[in-house]
C-alpha cells in the first residue's frame, strides 16, 4: 500500500491545554492511511515527538514479528524504545490533539510549534530549536554535496 507523503513544514502553536492542531495536509495523509487520530511517541534521538500513520505502525510491527518476541535482545529494544512509547492520540473535528504533558516536556514545546514532514513520518519541534536543527541539516547537505562533487573531480560545478 502507498501512501502520500507528509512533506512541508507548517507553523502552528501549542495551547494552554497543551493542544496542537495537525495540519490539514499531514491529517490528509492520516485519513488516507485509515488512522484513527495520530500516533505520536517522543524520539530518542532528538528532542522531538515523531508523529506517523498507521502505514508505519503495520511496517513496525512486521519488522518485529520477523524476531522471536522471547529470546531476541533486538525486538525488546525495539519494543521498549519506541512501541511502549507510542500512544495514539484521538483527534478532534478540528484536528486538535491533546499531547500528553511528558511529551511536551520531552520536546520542550513551548507556544510556537513546527510541525516538519519526513515523507513517511513528520516532527513536531518547539519552533526555535527546529531553526537551529533546520540550518544544520543544511549545512550538512551543502557538505555533502561537495564531497560529491569532489569525488567527481569537479565536474558537477
Known amino acids: 500500500m502507498t501512501s502520500l507523503p507528509f512533506m512541508s513544514t507548517v507553523m502552528g502553536s501549542l495551547d494552554s491545554k497543551g493542544r496542537v492542531c495537525i495540519p490539514a495536509s499531514f491529517r490528509q495523509v492520516l485519513a488516507s492511511q485509515n488512522t484513527a487520530g495520530v500516533y505520536v511517541y517522543p524520539s530518542f534521538f532528538e528532542n522531538v515527538l515523531e ?5 508505519a505502525v503495520d511496517g513496525l510491527n512486521a519488522r518485529l514479528a520477523t524476531l522471536d518476541p522471547f529470546l531476541s535482545p533486538a525486538h525488546d529494544d525495539t519494543a521498549r524504545a519506541i512501541v511502549a512509547r507510542i500512544q ?5 473535528d478540528g484536528g486538535r490533539v491533546r499531547l500528553p504533558d511528558a511529551m511536551i516536556a520531552h520536546a520542550a514545546l513551548k507556544d510556537r510549534v513546527a510541525f516538519v514532514g519526513l515523507s513517511q513520518k513528520f516532527q ?3 519552533a526555535d530549536a527546529f531553526a537551529a536543527a533546520e540550518a544544520d541539516s543544511i549545512a550538512r547537505m551543502k557538505a555533502q554535496r561537495e ?3 569532489a569525488k567527481l573531480g569537479g565536474e558537477g560545478a
Open 51 to 55: 508523529g506517523f500513520g498507521q502505514i
Open 88 to 92: 495514539l492520540l484521538p483527534m478532534d
Open 124 to 126: 513536531i519541534w518547539d
Open 147 to 149: 564531497r560529491e562533487i
